[in-house]
């Protein structure tokens, strides 16, 4: 892999990471103006409200940024990009296509991906503890809690399919997919996929950010572009997850002349899982704390101990 090679598939990752969180952003606009009968994204701009997102956009930056008088300033200020700059890492690991399109290929690509997911949360717990405000706090550890609870089932889920597969590199994992693994790796599939939705804290997972009861939890005391920050760490969080989903459980780059398409087969899964992130968002209440705790320990981990049981059974028949 030589400069020019590397410089590519950096910019390649940047340019992906900065368009397709804002095309889920828009894309949400609109499918909540339509499920739920919203006119005012439907309008800002004329045709088919095309312009809603950049109306947002000038709306943060507008917006002053305040840091609050007893907040950490520091901290504070540093806590959306620690909440953003995983999903940067992750993507760029992610493969898209087959012949190594693929930003960088890590051997232990499940590993990395999970670790680094998780790092996110850092940037939640800084921004409730720096905000000098006790409901931010209370936010921040609310989301810090539902993220330890639901990266269990999440890693087992994972587990499972790197033990079919016989490897944790995500470009090996696509390499070793067989269509018959769907109906296999359902139940994991529907857990890594809920999972990753509460570790996003999107609806109806989003008690601890909950606007109507407690304003945003640990972001509270944002306003303009670091309140921006957040929001494109959650669409690109949205991405990061429906791109691992399709990867692991949906056979990535998989389909019909995938020599020449298989960029377009992941990018197609993808966004049909994202725009079912947003359906879910529409649909569904959100949960109480208690319920959202126990959804984890007694439904998601023992569904997930099955998948893994199950995989083992089948392995072992197949070897």
Known sequence: MNLLDTLLRCVGTLVAFLVLPLVVGQAEHKVMAHMQGRLGPMYAGGFHGWAQLVADGVKFVQKENIVPA?????????APAVALLPYLLVLLVIPVGPDGMVGQVVD?????????MGVG??????AGWASANKFSLLGALRTAAQLMSYELPMLLAAASVAMAAGTVSLPGIVDAFHW???PWQLIGAFVFFTAGLAELQRPPFDMPVADSEIIFGAYTEYTGLRF???LLSEYAGIVVLCGLTTVLFLGG????FEDGLGW????????????VVLWLRVTYPRLREDQLMRFAWTGLIPLALVQLALTGIIKVAIS
């Open 264 to 275: 377009l087969w992941t990018l197609v899964k993808t966004f049909a899982l994202a725009f």
């Open 228 to 230: 921006a920050l957040f």
């Open 108 to 116: 232990a690509g499940i590993f990395f991906v999970l670790a680094v």
């Open 180 to 182: 018959w693994w769907v």
């Open 253 to 256: 780059w998989h389909g019909p």
């Open 121 to 126: 949360v850092l940037g939640s717990l800084m």
């Open 70 to 78: 007893g907040a950490d300033r520091k901290v504070f200020q540093l």
